[in-house]
């Protein structure tokens, strides 16, 4: 019998005692060896719950146990998660964990402590929910060198896009329905702005490039910005507004790495990837594309990959599963002006015609697009591939001229 702790009884938590509890048996002939919950850590009472006696308020209670050895991390947030992890780990008890924010933030520390301890530290589910990514990455891939990984990361914001883009709805009601559906984080600023899409491809870059990237090295935009307006233009272009997740690797080393809504064109293999699926592309020098594709949130779906990380972990209470990147640096991650991209513009002025072709003396040849129903003074092109930071001098030099810049969208070149 294996004796296990899990941290956190939310949407994750809940799945994963229920996945535990529901396929117990089968559970048991992989692992051989049944795997017992013996307690469950959360701040709340759930009285009705038949494993109601398993559940205490105290992390003590978990982290004193001889017993105990592998610990489930689902609280979420990086306190008092970080603080519980290091110590389960320090204290040779192996650790599962979904919480991304924690993964990207302190990864390679962990991961370290896990190493010296000669434990396991596994987070299979931080990144596309039931999808599998990290151990495909970090094994079977493991022969390549990656050219780039480029995703849609976040189920909530994939949601809300693919309900503007299919039915017209509203931002505020997609996201109230992707809340109710369990999809969000608890706060879903991080899903719209960005951030959990930005921890997510922050993990796959350390994985894929050996050295930790933090979430402030990287360039983050959300959706917040994108209107039916841009959506409607990116169906004039030929494709689709998905929010990205990207890093490769320049010639000297550096990674260029952001996340922000993309033009996705419509034969990409990613812009067909709607609701709350997500989907990720790896690009291996020996492989070529490989796409996982798959639900990126969820109870059940994240709760499978936590399951199996457990399931990893008590076939493995003697041996470490290799999983391993070294600590990042300032310089390791390039300025994202000096990425080239060609930029959907969208702006407004009293003379669009002109304005149009000051665009195209200052840019080259712009394509201009179209839609019905554009507001009076509308204009919106599609510049040619150039530096990030040319582009926006010369999108300064256009507002100059009595242009009101009214949004951009990087085309992706996937
Ligand atoms: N809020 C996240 C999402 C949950 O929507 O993708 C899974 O990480």
């Not at 990984?149 to 883009?165: D, E, H, P």
């Not at 959300?222 to 490769?248: F, H, N």
């Not at 990126?296 to 936590?306: D, Q």
């Not at 702006?347 to 840019?363: I, M, S, V, W």
Request: charged share 25%; with cysteine; glycine share 8%.
């Amino acid at each position: 019998m294996v004796e296990i702790a899990v941290m956190g009884y939310g949407t994750v938590g809940s799945g994963v005692v229920e996945v535990l509890t529901t396929h117990n048996s089968s559970i048991t002939k992989r692992t051989n060896e049944q795997i017992h919950i013996k307690y469950i850590l959360d701040l709340r009472e759930f009285p009705d719950s038949p494993l109601a006696e398993r559940f205490t308020k105290s992390f003590e209670d978990i982290i004193q146990d001889p017993e105990i050895k592998i610990v489930v991390e689902v609280m979420g947030g990086l306190h008092p998660a970080y603080d519980y992890v290091k110590r389960c780990l320090e204290d040779g008890k192996s650790v599962v964990t979904s919480n991304k924010e924690l993964v990207a933030a302190k990864g390679a520390e962990l991961l370290r402590i896990a190493q010296e301890n000669n434990v396991n530290f596994l987070f299979e589910a931080s990144v596309g929910g039931g999808i599998p990514i990290i151990r495909p990455m970090s094994q079977c891939l493991a022969a390549n060198d990656v050219i780039e990984v480029a995703g849609i990361l976040n189920g909530t914001t994939n949601f809300i896009l693919t309900k503007m883009i299919r039915e017209g709805m509203s931002f505020e009601d997609a996201l109230a329905l992707a809340q109710k559906l369990g999809y969000a984080e608890r706060n879903p600023a991080a899903d719209i702005e960005g951030h959990d899409s930005c921890r997510k491809i922050c993990i796959l870059a350390s994985i894929a490039y050996g050295k930790h990237v933090y979430p402030e090295q990287v360039h983050t935009e959300g959706i917040t910005r994108i209107t039916l307006a841009d959506v409607e233009y990116a169906e004039s272009w030929g494709g689709v507004i998905k929010l990205i997740g990207q890093v490769s690797r320049q010639e000297d080393g550096r990674l260029q790495i952001l996340v922000c809504p993309m033009f996705i064109p419509r034969d990409s293999q990613l812009a067909n990837v709607d609701d709350v699926f997500n989907g990720i592309m790896v690009r291996g020098d020996a492989t070529g594309d490989v796409v996982f594709y798959g639900k990126g949130a969820g109870k059940l779906p994240t709760a499978s990959a936590v399951v199996a990380d457990v399931i990893d972990c008590a076939k493995h209470l003697n041996a470490r599963k290799y999983l391993y990147w070294e600590e990042g640096g300032k310089e390791y991650v390039a300025d994202y002006l000096d990425r080239e991209t060609a930029m959907y513009v969208r702006l407004k002025g009293e003379q669009p015609e002109a304005l149009f072709k000051q665009a195209e003396e200052l840019f080259g040849q712009v394509s201009r697009l179209l839609r019905k129903g554009a507001e009076e003074g509308e204009l919106a092109f599609v510049t040619p591939v150039q530096p990030e930071r040319q582009i926006i001098e010369r999108l300064g030099l256009l507002e100059k001229q009595g242009a009101q810049l009214l949004n951009t969208v990087r085309i992706s070149d996937f």
